[in-house]
């Protein structure tokens, strides 16, 4: 059962990669179809794209590094490996936080509060998520540059040089670490606290709405209660998000080249690529449409 279990690993990777694959590029050959019809396009289908687009690189690499790791070591010289590593920093990271994006988005479009800050930020939707985007570019400069440090380090441990690599290696571990938390644990917070404040909001209009007659309750609870239905990908998306976090920081401590519990939790953090997206899909009205519409 355990020599099976590599091969049952491979299969859901592969699944999990073509399946992925269509759904993203799904979502983002639709939002350009759209956008070359309308010459123009939404700032929520501008994410979507970028997130896709963003995680088709991500399972690419994905599938790269379970190749290497599964079945040929020798591929991953140290040029495709230093790439390969520095895709999926990128990939990842605009994946998150687009993803982070996408929720504040839904936020500020959805929710109603009667606060002149959130008035502001409602006003300013497109400008707050351009802002976010550009503050991730910091978070990614310092994670490529503990990743450049760390490798100059292994070059000198090559080279005899073991005096620098055994002060330094604590220092780069713990930078590392902290960095890759951060990077993780800061859109998954943004996220949270968007679809609390959204379920905050739907709890205010119903508690005012019990106050009014009930033919304007249903309306109105319905008008609000279709954005948090449509938008539900939220909830999922925190729930797929923990369980990547969590694959991740196996990965990260465990040597996972040649533990099974640690190749179990990647094919864990390849499914959040995956599935997300279908859940992104099913919770778009547009792309819900269009993906129907190509099944019939």
Same mark, same amino acid.
């Given at each position: 059962?355990?020599?099976?279990?590599?091969?049952?690993?491979?299969?859901?990777?592969?699944? $999990?990669?073509?399946?992925?694959?269509?759904?993203?590029?799904?979502?983002?050959?639709?939002? *350009?179809? $759209?956008?070359?019809?309308?010459?123009?396009? !939404?700032?929520? $289908?501008?994410?979507?794209?970028?997130?896709?687009?963003?995680?088709?690189?991500?399972?690419?690499?994905?599938?790269?590094?379970? !190749?290497?790791?599964?079945?040929?070591?020798?591929? !991953?010289?140290?040029?495709?490996?230093?790439?390969?590593?520095?895709?999926?920093?990128?990939?990842? @990271?605009?994946?998150?936080?687009?993803?982070?994006?996408?929720?504040?988005? !839904?936020?500020?479009?959805?929710?109603? %509060?009667?606060?002149?800050?959130?008035?502001?930020?409602?006003?300013?939707?497109?400008?707050?998520?351009?802002?976010?985007?550009?503050?991730?570019?910091? %978070?990614?400069? *310092?994670?490529?540059?503990?990743?450049?440090? $760390?490798?100059? =380090?292994? =070059?000198?441990?090559?080279?005899?040089?073991? #005096?620098?690599?055994?002060?330094?290696?604590?220092?780069?571990?713990?930078?590392?670490?902290?960095?890759?938390?951060?990077?993780?644990?800061?859109?998954? #917070?943004?996220?949270? =606290?968007?679809?609390?404040?959204?379920?905050?909001?739907?709890?205010?209009?119903?508690?005012?709405?019990?106050?009014?007659?009930?033919?304007?309750?249903?309306?109105? #609870?319905?008008?609000?209660?279709?954005?948090?239905?449509?938008?539900?990908?939220?909830?999922?998306?925190?729930?797929?998000?923990?369980?990547?976090?969590?694959?991740?920081?196996?990965?990260?401590?465990?040597?996972?080249?040649?533990?099974?519990?640690?190749? %179990?939790?990647?094919?864990?953090?390849?499914?959040?690529?995956?599935?997300?997206?279908?859940?992104?899909?099913?919770?778009?009205?547009?792309?819900? @449409?269009?993906?129907?519409?190509?099944?019939?």
């Amino acid at each position: 059962m355990i020599s099976l279990l590599p091969s049952i690993l491979s299969i859901l990777v592969i699944a $999990d990669f073509v399946v992925g694959n269509f759904a993203n590029v799904f979502i983002a050959l639709v939002s *350009c179809i $759209d956008w070359v019809k309308g010459q123009k396009i !939404y700032c929520a $289908d501008g994410i979507l794209t970028a997130l896709a687009v963003s995680r088709i690189a991500l399972l690419w690499v994905i599938l790269l590094n379970w !190749y290497a790791t599964m079945y040929n070591s020798a591929f !991953y010289c140290s040029i495709v490996s230093t790439f390969a590593y520095i895709t999926w920093i990128v990939s990842n @990271q605009f994946s998150l936080w687009l993803s982070a994006n996408l929720s504040i988005l !839904y936020l500020l479009k959805i929710a109603n %509060f009667s606060s002149l800050f959130f008035l502001h930020l409602k006003w300013k939707a497109k400008r707050v998520v351009l802002m976010i985007l550009l503050g991730t570019l910091v %978070f990614l400069v *310092c994670h490529l540059a503990v990743m450049s440090i $760390d490798e100059k =380090m292994q =070059m000198r441990a090559c080279e005899g040089n073991l #005096t620098l690599v055994i002060i330094m290696e604590d220092i780069v571990c713990l930078s590392n670490m902290t960095v890759f938390t951060i990077v993780h644990v800061v859109p998954f #917070t943004m996220s949270l =606290m968007a679809l609390l404040l959204l379920f905050f909001s739907l709890w205010k209009h119903l508690k005012k709405m019990q106050l009014s007659g009930k033919g304007s309750q249903v309306a109105s #609870t319905k008008v609000h209660v279709r954005p948090m239905q449509t938008h539900g990908s939220v909830i999922s998306f925190l729930l797929l998000f923990f369980i990547y976090f969590l694959a991740q920081i196996i990965a990260k401590w465990n040597a996972w080249q040649n533990n099974l519990v640690g190749m %179990f939790f990647q094919v864990l953090g390849l499914l959040y690529s995956a599935s997300h997206s279908f859940i992104l899909i099913w919770g778009n009205r547009k792309l819900r @449409q269009a993906i129907l519409s190509f099944l019939w």
